[in-house]
């Protein structure tokens, strides 16, 4: 890159900064021309680049990273939820507390208009239990209702909304789904499974447009605060091809300063899986800096914590239990290869070992029949992966993107329900991921989790659960893998790695300030750092000194 002395725009000096280019290089200042980085090194070497219109900000030893990507989220989708009843615990400890919420929704929602909810956990509440159809038909009489679970694979709704949906104790279950009956007399429990939820939300009236539009920017101000800078959405869900438009929409008007890696779900890119294939114009890479197509989307399990993940062995609280797959793996091995020989990278969510090895078939099998180099195919949350299995991996160029904070969030409960000590203790299997050669990123899976980079590189270093407990301590990594794991490896996943994800001269300048180096503080400390500004493209887009802090004008 060449550098121009008069239009170099912003020079951050005195700083720590960490590079994480190929060998880790620190330095002390980072010098910015035209949203890009001009170069790294010592304030001295930089200073002198500065010229009339040059900007000098003083770091004061502060550290400087790569921005933070989010590798899996529903970036979108947190915002259209942030309008919705809470449920989650704390602060509701029983059912009661649920469904108090629900009924003062209803007292000022217009009858018959829909009430929702979100992040209730059964596993939380002191009854251990869903709420059921009967008592929200009690708490919100003339309204439909739906909560969704804190996993987002299992939902609840009340008599209302399934007769909207047209479920009754007749309805058979579909294809990758459960309507959950009472065993004793079939009537209907309101508990939805998987792509039984599909047929609730399909009645949910669709936001407006501007509603949509309101929900990005809502997602973005809170994804700035801690260092995001780029997000791969796997939710596109709720509105379609409406989504992609609010997203084209803040691009074009500058609202959107994050940068999106946009998945599209199979019920979108139909015309794939039909013979003749529909050629849809669209691959994975099709976009630009703040906007590009990514991966197609497919759902092999569902969530441990929802018992539907699919696991070689039984539950361990349910052992005639090991959930199920989405699909068999006839009719998953052509959507895989459908995808893979039109240009997509396929990302699959799979969090049992059961559906890893489903996952991993397939993908094998397209790229013995259409081989294609640099596909990188990617594992979603790929929770419980055997040690063959990530060898596996390795070996086909398989990715992953782990959900790390599921051993702080879920840690004890996978102990003592789902899974047992044995298997828990080797979810997200990072140290094993790592020295098998697999490349990964790390994610909250918001709106499941907070967003928050930091917490993750914390939950990576320490593995500690809510309780206190270490689970895994064998496949806890240091925080330079953890943090190279939120930006140079999030960026690989992606096709970006020569864009983003590190700091070198000639790629995007994205990076984030911090109050504390993340490699040197007592590793038990590093949820404990804030991020005191954000920059996208060279320009500060969150100060925590901003009384309003949000998003800023170039």
């Known amino acids: 890159m060449t550098i121009q002395i008069n239009s170099i725009d912003l020079i951050l000096t005195n700083g720590n900064v960490l590079s994480l280019d190929d060998s880790n290089t620190r330095a002390q200042a980072v010098a910015i021309q035209k949203g890009r980085i001009a170069g790294i090194g010592a304030t ?4 002198p680049l500065a010229g009339e219109g040059t900007q000098i ?37 029983r059912i009661s507390d649920i469904l108090e919420k629900v009924a003062q929704k209803a007292q000022n929602t217009p009858r018959g208009q829909w009430v929702l909810g979100t992040n209730y956990d059964d596993t939380l509440l002191a009854e251990m239990r869903h709420p059921t159809r009967k008592e929200l038909d009690e708490a919100a009489p003339e309204h439909p209702v739906y909560l969704r679970h804190i996993s987002g694979h299992v939902g609840t709704a009340n008599s209302k909304a399934l007769e909207l949906a047209g479920i009754s104790r007749d309805t058979p279950d579909p294809p990758g789904g459960r309507i959950i009956k009472n065993p004793t007399d079939g009537d209907l429990t309101g508990l939805l499974e998987e792509t039984a939820r599909d047929l609730v939300r399909l009645v949910i009236p669709r936001p407006e447009p501007e509603d949509f539009y309101a929900a990005l920017l809502n997602a973005q101000k809170e994804y700035l605060t801690v260092g995001v800078t780029s997000v791969h959405d796997l939710g596109f869900t709720e509105g379609g091809f409406q989504m992609a438009r609010a997203y084209q929409q803040a691009v074009e008007s500058g609202d959107l300063r994050i940068r999106i890696y946009l998945m599209f779900i199979e019920s979108q890119l139909a015309g794939l899986f039909t013979s003749p294939r529909t050629d849809t114009g669209l691959y994975t890479g099709f976009g630009n800096d703040h906007l590009r197509i990514g991966a197609l989307k497919l759902l092999q399990d569902g969530s441990i914590q929802a018992w539907t993940a699919a696991l070689r062995e039984p539950y361990l609280n349910r052992p005639e239990w090991r959930g199920y797959l989405w699909m068999n793996q006839g009719e998953f091995n052509h959507k895989v290869l459908a995808g893979h020989e039109a240009g997509f990278q396929v990302s699959i969510h799979t969090n049992g070992d059961w559906a890893i090895e489903s996952a991993l078939e397939a993908i094998g099998r397209a790229q ?10 990617r594992l979603e949350h790929c929770q419980l992966p055997s040690d063959d299995q990530l060898e596996r991996m390795a070996r086909m160029g398989v990715g992953a993107s782990f959900f790390v904070q599921h051993t702080y969030y879920w840690g004890d409960r996978h102990v003592n329900l789902f899974l047992g000590e044995q298997r828990a203790r080797h979810i ?11 490349i990964f990123g790390l994610h909250s899976d918001c709106p499941v989790t907070p967003v928050n980079p930091l917490f993750g590189i914390w939950a990576a270093v320490n593995r500690r659960t809510r309780d206190g407990h270490i689970l895994g301590p064998e496949q806890r990594i240091s925080a330079l893998d953890a943090l190279r794991a939120f930006t140079i490896n999030a ?26 180096d993340p490699t040197s503080v007592d590793p038990r400390k590093i949820r404990e750092i804030v991020v005191e500004k954000t920059i996208i493209g060279g320009q500060v887009v969150y100060d925590l000194s901003d009384r309003d802090p949000g998003c800023k004008s170039p």
């Open 44 to 47: 001295e070497e930089l200073l």
């Open 57 to 93: 900000m003083d770091l004061n030893g502060k550290t400087v990273v790569p921005g933070f990507i989010e590798s899996h989220n529903h970036f979108l989708s947190r915002g259209l939820l942030m309008s919705q009843i809470y449920c989650g615990s704390p602060p509701n400890v």
């Open 368 to 377: 013995d029949e259409v081989p294609r180099p640099n596909c990188r195919h």
């Open 428 to 438: 997200d299997p990072l140290a094993s991921a790592l020295k098998k050669g697999v």
């Open 491 to 516: 960026a690989y996943l992606g096709f970006e790695e020569k864009e983003k994800g590190s700091l070198e001269a000639g790629k995007l300048a994205d990076m984030a300030v911090l109050s504390d």
